[in-house]
């Protein structure tokens, strides 16, 4: 290394001897103006000067650390930079001779300290015992403990990544093998397995080479690690499979390698980044354990004690470890010698944890933003969200000792009493005889109580058959009268029809649009949106009601959810949030209101029929962080199902289904809507009414927007940074707009111009399919979080982060979206208790502009085979097409129902009844039932009507048919 280095530094000085001879001429012009110009110089110029000077390079300091700190990745380069600094500077250093001298001395000869030395001006960390400087011995080793740490983890997510894919995707029989294998490692401590193996090999100097007990150890601990990392790529990939564009992927034929470039890899390689930095972290920490243990990289080295004849064992590379294992022993004597590589070890530990920290924050879509102005209102926010989570209880008044009172249960009074009564029965003779009968009887009953209990059983037995056939006798007695008596008034010879799923139309086919008109704040310190909301209902359940009852469906994530099926709704880094209603007036009286879960139950005070009631809710609504409906990360916030809304009440009653992960359950009628939001002038604020008809007004840091909104479902929101977003934008043929808003930092321009494209021909697609215009002309359409489903408003699109990025179904995605306009927004179902109404339309909707737009994949008569024998399974497993959400399962059998069954039902039907009869009643359903809600009673006799008169033994067949074993 000294060789290379002066060889370096001879050819630096050739190099400056060059350049100097070849610009003598301007060296000499410019050190004769230097010199003319410090002649020039007076102090108060040198002062000036240097200032600003200061000045200027403080505020490139400044600009530097804004930069630094608004980076994307900001923790990860700048962990990374400190990292390779140190790996650099360790790379160039030097190790120091160890002395035998038993003191230290200066360079002029005067003595500093007998090794090892403390802490010291001179040593800043201290000597070891042959009188070298902690300093230059901790440097020496980083290079060697970063090297080992990296090369172990890289090892592993190498091994453990390339098993997982090849188990699950090209050799899914060998799953069970490796997972029954690595199974019992998770939960053996890593520590202890990878003592027991490397005992015999690293303890005590057993002849063995340092470079192959090196490479034993490596080996050893790559395959300590491998089933952690096997088990987490092999879990993501799980969840991955479960995704609904990737299972329309296989369905649709795409081969593995095209599943694994398109859909796996997109979505692992950035918990990839996640699982290197936590796998560098555990192999820091099980080296420093194994050097506590003695157990060092490449092996012990012995050295003999100065001036005693005891050997210690010390690590052959210096690494951190085993530095701070050999010194162990001398934590009393020499602490500074433990403690140096300890602290250098957490430091590291430090900074990958940070860059930890930084990739999950990425993952979650929660960078914290830095752009945020440090006004006084934010300060003032901040003050007061800290003080609104801090609870102190005051005023409470000291109460006065009370005595004890021994407390009278009704069970003893009851027992008084009753020993009273008997006292004066005990007097007449005949209760005194037969208290003796019964007792006898009891005490027979406890000797002989197997034959008695035989007899009272089989009496019993004898007594029920009697009764129960004399009942069934009156039964047939009564329905030979009814048959008879129907036979007198000759009623008609047709069958009664059975009561099932076709048996009525539970919806209401009119109804009173609700009045919302809310007034909120969001405050973006502490993500909360506080506000009011006016709600002027209209009693349309044809009979007087008590009660009226609100959906609040954030209220979901109060608390921690458990179960796969929440996972991809929790994301990796949940945060709970909540509405908190504070007060409700009806008819501006305080009213008494409960919430249970996501229901707020109101009692009202006669709310006759016919009759208008009007409702104030003030509430706090805590935004979770999560990749539900309503939510946020370091770029926007989307609000879809945000607002207390009132629940339907149709012929079954109010129907307060709960919030759940699969499907569509938000079953709502259309409702007028007039919403004002206050929020930071950072934030570009939309809705799914129409942009053109909104008011926007900003004063300072503060803008107000207000939308109205008539005849939708829901109202949605968005608060988009405007650093972040921009926006794409596509004019239909009937002037329908279209704006898609993508974050060009990180999605890609073409895909979100394909977007608004392909949203756009979709439009003019279904406005033909369906026979009718949509009723608004804008489509908003949002790019929100990584993980978040893709949710579809009435004027407005939540689309994940996937949908810009470089897979192919973006299009398709949009396409989904845009049906759902005209079903599930414009046609309203029961999409928790008949979920099959408008989801398997709406996919049978999608297929059929596939197909005409080219996407269609055949399927091969294996794969319809095993499609089959999937629908078969679920079938028999008690989930039918016709199954309400709660009978499900998992989400993947829903969807094969729904998506698969489903809309094979309107395929094979369209096959059979020819002439466009299922597009014509697609038309006719649409048109008749636009603002309203439809059962599967309705759908079924629109198809009746339009040219199938069995249409209903038609569904039952699919819906759900009659299994045989």
């Given at each position: 290394m000294s060789r290379v280095r002066s060889i370096f530094a001879t050819a630096i000085g050739l190099i400056t001897i060059i350049i100097i001879y070849i610009n003598y001429k301007n060296l000499k012009i410019g050190i004769a103006w230097v010199a003319r110009e410090t002649r020039k110089l007076t102090f108060q110029k040198i002062k000036n000067g240097l200032a600003i000077m200061a000045k200027y390079l403080f505020q490139r300091f400044k600009a530097l650390l804004r930069y630094i700190n608004n980076l994307k990745y900001r923790n990860i380069i700048v962990g990374a930079t400190i990292l390779i600094l140190l790996f650099v500077v360790s790379w160039f250093t030097e190790p120091i001779p160890e002395s035998n001298e038993l003191l230290i001395f200066d360079e002029n000869g005067k003595f500093v300290a007998a090794p090892p030395a403390p802490p010291s001006l001179t040593f800043p960390l201290g000597t070891d015992l042959g009188a070298r400087s902690m300093v230059n011995l901790i440097l020496v080793?980083?290079?060697?403990?970063?090297?080992?740490?990296?090369?172990?983890?890289?090892?592993?997510?190498?091994?453990?990544?390339?098993?997982?894919?090849?188990?699950?995707?090209?050799?899914?029989?060998?799953?069970?093998?490796?997972?029954?294998?690595?199974?019992?490692?998770r939960y053996i401590p890593p520590l202890l397995v990878g003592i027991i193996l490397i005992i015999p090999a690293a303890a005590v100097p057993v002849g063995i080479s340092a470079k192959v007990i090196l490479?034993?150890?490596?080996?050893?601990?790559?395959?300590?690690?491998?089933?952690?990392?096997?088990?987490?790529?092999?879990d993501i990939m799980g969840e991955i499979e479960k995704q609904p564009y990737v299972l329309s992927s296989k369905l649709m034929g795409a081969s593995k390698f095209h599943t694994l470039v398109r859909h796996v890899w997109p979505n692992i390689k950035s918990h990839l980044l996640l699982l290197t930095t936590q796998q560098v972290l555990s192999v820091l920490q099980l080296l420093t354990f194994l050097g506590i243990f003695t157990l060092y990289l490449g092996g012990p080295h012995p050295t003999a004690l100065t001036d005693t004849p005891r050997m210690i064992y010390r690590t052959i590379t210096n690494e951190l470890a085993g530095m701070a294992g050999q010194?162990?022993?001398?934590?009393?004597?020499?602490?500074?010698?433990?403690?140096?590589?300890?602290?250098?070890?957490?430091?590291?530990?430090?900074?990958?944890?940070?860059?930890?920290?930084?990739?999950?924050?990425?993952?979650?879509?929660?960078?914290?933003?830095?752009?945020?102005?440090?006004?006084?209102?934010?300060?003032?926010?901040?003050?007061?969200?800290?003080?609104?989570?801090?609870?102190v209880l005051m005023g409470l008044?000291?109460?006065?000792?009370?005595?004890?009172?021994?407390?009278?249960?009704?069970?003893?009074?009851?027992?008084?009493?009753?020993?009273?009564?008997?006292?004066?029965?005990?007097?007449?003779?005949?209760?005194?005889?037969?208290?003796?009968?019964?007792?006898?009887?009891?005490?027979?009953?406890q000797d002989n109580s197997k034959p008695v209990f035989t007899s009272i059983l089989t009496v019993s037995i004898v007594l029920w058959a009697g009764i129960f056939s004399y009942a069934e006798y009156?039964?047939?007695?009564?329905?030979?009268?009814?048959?008879?008596?129907?036979?007198?008034?000759?009623?008609?010879?047709?069958?009664?029809?059975?009561?099932?799923?076709?048996?009525?139309?539970?919806?209401?086919?009119?109804?009173?649009?609700?009045?919302?008109?809310?007034?909120?704040?969001?405050?973006?310190?502490?993500?909360?949106?506080?506000?009011?909301?006016?709600?002027?209902?209209?009693?349309?359940?044809?009979?007087?009601?008590?009660?009226?009852?609100?959906?609040?469906?954030?209220?979901?994530?109060?608390?921690?959810?458990?179960?796969?099926?929440?996972?991809?709704?929790?994301?990796?880094?949940?945060?709970?949030?909540?509405?908190?209603?504070?007060?409700?007036?009806?008819?501006?009286?305080?009213?008494?209101?409960?919430?249970?879960?996501?229901?707020?139950?109101?009692?009202?005070?006669?709310?006759?029929?016919e009759a208008t009631a009007e409702l104030d809710l003030q509430f706090n609504f805590q935004l979770p962080t999560n990749y539900s409906n309503a939510s946020y990360d370091y770029a926007a916030v989307w609000l879809g199902n945000f607002l207390p809304k009132?629940?339907?009440?149709?012929?079954?009653?109010?129907?307060?289904?709960?919030?759940?992960?699969?499907?569509?359950?938000?079953y709502s009628e259309t409702a007028n809507y007039d919403v004002t939001i206050k929020a930071a002038s950072k934030f570009e604020i939309l809705s799914n009414a129409e942009e053109s008809h909104a008011i926007v007004e900003t004063q300072g840091e503060t803008t107000e927007y207000n939308a109205k909104v008539e005849n939708v479902r829901d109202f949605a929101l968005v608060l988009l940074d405007k650093q972040y977003y921009q926006m794409q934008k596509f004019m239909t043929?009937?002037?329908?707009?279209?704006?898609?808003?993508?974050?060009?930092?990180?999605?890609?321009?073409?895909?979100?111009?394909?977007?608004?494209?392909?949203?756009?021909?979709?439009?003019?697609?279904?406005?033909?399919?369906?026979?009718?215009?949509?009723?608004?002309?804008?489509?908003d359409i949002i790019r929100t979080a990584e993980g978040n489903p893709q949710m579809a408003y009435q004027g407005m699109i939540f689309s994940p982060s996937y949908n810009f990025s470089d897979n192919n179904f973006g299009s398709l995605s949009m396409a989904d979206g845009v049906i759902r306009q005209w079903l599930s927004g414009m046609v309203g179902s029961q999409g928790y208790k008949e979920?099959?109404?408008?989801?398997?339309?709406?996919?049978?909707?999608?297929?059929?502009?596939?197909?005409?737009?080219?996407?269609?994949?055949?399927?091969?008569?294996?794969?319809?085979?095993?499609?089959?024998?999937?629908?078969?399974?679920?079938?028999?497993?008690?989930?039918?097409?016709?199954?309400?959400?709660?009978?499900?399962?998992?989400?993947?059998?829903?969807?094969?129902?729904?998506?698969?069954?489903?809309?094979?039902?309107?395929?094979?039907?369209?096959?059979?009844?020819?002439?466009?009869?299922?597009?014509?009643?697609?038309?006719?359903?649409?048109?008749?039932?636009?603002?309203?809600?439809?059962?599967?009673?309705?759908?079924?006799?629109?198809?009746?009507?339009?040219g199938h008169p069995q249409a209903k033994d038609y569904f039952k067949t699919y819906l759900k048919p009659d299994l045989k074993e």
């Amino acid at each position: 290394m000294s060789r290379v280095r002066s060889i370096f530094a001879t050819a630096i000085g050739l190099i400056t001897i060059i350049i100097i001879y070849i610009n003598y001429k301007n060296l000499k012009i410019g050190i004769a103006w230097v010199a003319r110009e410090t002649r020039k110089l007076t102090f108060q110029k040198i002062k000036n000067g240097l200032a600003i000077m200061a000045k200027y390079l403080f505020q490139r300091f400044k600009a530097l650390l804004r930069y630094i700190n608004n980076l994307k990745y900001r923790n990860i380069i700048v962990g990374a930079t400190i990292l390779i600094l140190l790996f650099v500077v360790s790379w160039f250093t030097e190790p120091i001779p160890e002395s035998n001298e038993l003191l230290i001395f200066d360079e002029n000869g005067k003595f500093v300290a007998a090794p090892p030395a403390p802490p010291s001006l001179t040593f800043p960390l201290g000597t070891d015992l042959g009188a070298r400087s902690m300093v230059n011995l901790i440097l020496v080793g980083v290079k060697y403990t970063l090297g080992a740490v990296l090369g172990i983890t890289l090892a592993r997510l190498l091994a453990g990544t390339l098993l997982a894919l090849l188990t699950t995707l090209w050799y899914p029989g060998l799953k069970q093998y490796f997972s029954a294998f690595f199974w019992p490692f998770r939960y053996i401590p890593p520590l202890l397995v990878g003592i027991i193996l490397i005992i015999p090999a690293a303890a005590v100097p057993v002849g063995i080479s340092a470079k192959v007990i090196l490479e034993y150890q490596i080996l050893v601990l790559l395959l300590i690690g491998l089933p952690g990392v096997y088990y987490f790529i092999l879990d993501i990939m799980g969840e991955i499979e479960k995704q609904p564009y990737v299972l329309s992927s296989k369905l649709m034929g795409a081969s593995k390698f095209h599943t694994l470039v398109r859909h796996v890899w997109p979505n692992i390689k950035s918990h990839l980044l996640l699982l290197t930095t936590q796998q560098v972290l555990s192999v820091l920490q099980l080296l420093t354990f194994l050097g506590i243990f003695t157990l060092y990289l490449g092996g012990p080295h012995p050295t003999a004690l100065t001036d005693t004849p005891r050997m210690i064992y010390r690590t052959i590379t210096n690494e951190l470890a085993g530095m701070a294992g050999q010194n162990f022993w001398l934590i009393r004597r020499a602490p500074w010698m433990f403690y140096s590589p300890i602290l250098l070890i957490a430091f590291i530990a430090i900074v990958v944890n940070w860059m930890k920290k930084g990739v999950e924050d990425q993952i979650a879509g929660m960078v914290p933003v830095k752009h945020r102005g440090n006004t006084a209102e934010v300060h003032d926010a901040k003050e007061n969200a800290s003080l609104s989570r801090s609870f102190v209880l005051m005023g409470l008044q000291e109460q006065p000792p009370v005595e004890h009172e021994k407390k009278v249960y009704t069970s003893d009074f009851m027992r008084e009493k009753l020993r009273t009564v008997r006292g004066y029965l005990t007097r007449c003779s005949i209760y005194r005889s037969v208290e003796k009968v019964v007792v006898k009887a009891a005490e027979y009953i406890q000797d002989n109580s197997k034959p008695v209990f035989t007899s009272i059983l089989t009496v019993s037995i004898v007594l029920w058959a009697g009764i129960f056939s004399y009942a069934e006798y009156r039964e047939n007695e009564k329905a030979d009268s009814k048959e008879k008596t129907e036979k007198s008034v000759e009623a008609s010879a047709e069958s009664k029809e059975d009561k099932d799923f076709f048996s009525y139309s539970f919806t209401n086919k009119e109804h009173v649009p609700v009045i919302y008109k809310a007034d909120l704040t969001y405050q973006d310190a502490d993500a909360t949106l506080k506000g009011s909301l006016h709600v002027s209902t209209t009693n349309t359940t044809e009979t007087d009601q008590d009660k009226i009852y609100f959906h609040l469906y954030p209220n979901q994530f109060k608390e921690p959810i458990d179960g796969p099926e929440w996972e991809f709704v929790r994301g990796p880094s949940p945060v709970p949030g909540w509405i908190d209603i504070q007060e409700i007036k009806v008819n501006n009286k305080k009213a008494d209101f409960k919430v249970d879960g996501t229901i707020l139950e109101i009692q009202m005070k006669d709310w006759e029929k016919e009759a208008t009631a009007e409702l104030d809710l003030q509430f706090n609504f805590q935004l979770p962080t999560n990749y539900s409906n309503a939510s946020y990360d370091y770029a926007a916030v989307w609000l879809g199902n945000f607002l207390p809304k009132q629940a339907v009440y149709d012929k079954n009653g109010w129907n307060l289904d709960p919030y759940s992960p699969i499907g569509f359950p938000f079953y709502s009628e259309t409702a007028n809507y007039d919403v004002t939001i206050k929020a930071a002038s950072k934030f570009e604020i939309l809705s799914n009414a129409e942009e053109s008809h909104a008011i926007v007004e900003t004063q300072g840091e503060t803008t107000e927007y207000n939308a109205k909104v008539e005849n939708v479902r829901d109202f949605a929101l968005v608060l988009l940074d405007k650093q972040y977003y921009q926006m794409q934008k596509f004019m239909t043929k009937d002037d329908t707009e279209v704006n898609v808003w993508y974050r060009p930092a990180t999605d890609k321009e073409e895909k979100a111009h394909s977007n608004a494209m392909g949203a756009g021909q979709s439009i003019e697609f279904f406005t033909e399919f369906y026979g009718t215009a949509l009723p608004y002309k804008e489509l908003d359409i949002i790019r929100t979080a990584e993980g978040n489903p893709q949710m579809a408003y009435q004027g407005m699109i939540f689309s994940p982060s996937y949908n810009f990025s470089d897979n192919n179904f973006g299009s398709l995605s949009m396409a989904d979206g845009v049906i759902r306009q005209w079903l599930s927004g414009m046609v309203g179902s029961q999409g928790y208790k008949e979920p099959w109404v408008n989801e398997s339309l709406a996919i049978y909707s999608l297929k059929t502009y596939m197909g005409e737009k080219g996407y269609t994949a055949k399927s091969s008569a294996e794969e319809q085979l095993k499609q089959q024998e999937e629908i078969s399974r679920i079938q028999r497993e008690g989930q039918f097409l016709s199954s309400p959400i709660s009978e499900f399962k998992n989400i993947n059998d829903y969807i094969i129902m729904m998506n698969l069954h489903g809309s094979n039902m309107y395929m094979e039907l369209d096959y059979l009844v020819k002439a466009g009869k299922v597009r014509k009643a697609l038309k006719q359903y649409v048109n008749e039932y636009k603002n309203k809600n439809a059962s599967g009673h309705d759908l079924v006799e629109i198809f009746e009507k339009a040219g199938h008169p069995q249409a209903k033994d038609y569904f039952k067949t699919y819906l759900k048919p009659d299994l045989k074993e």
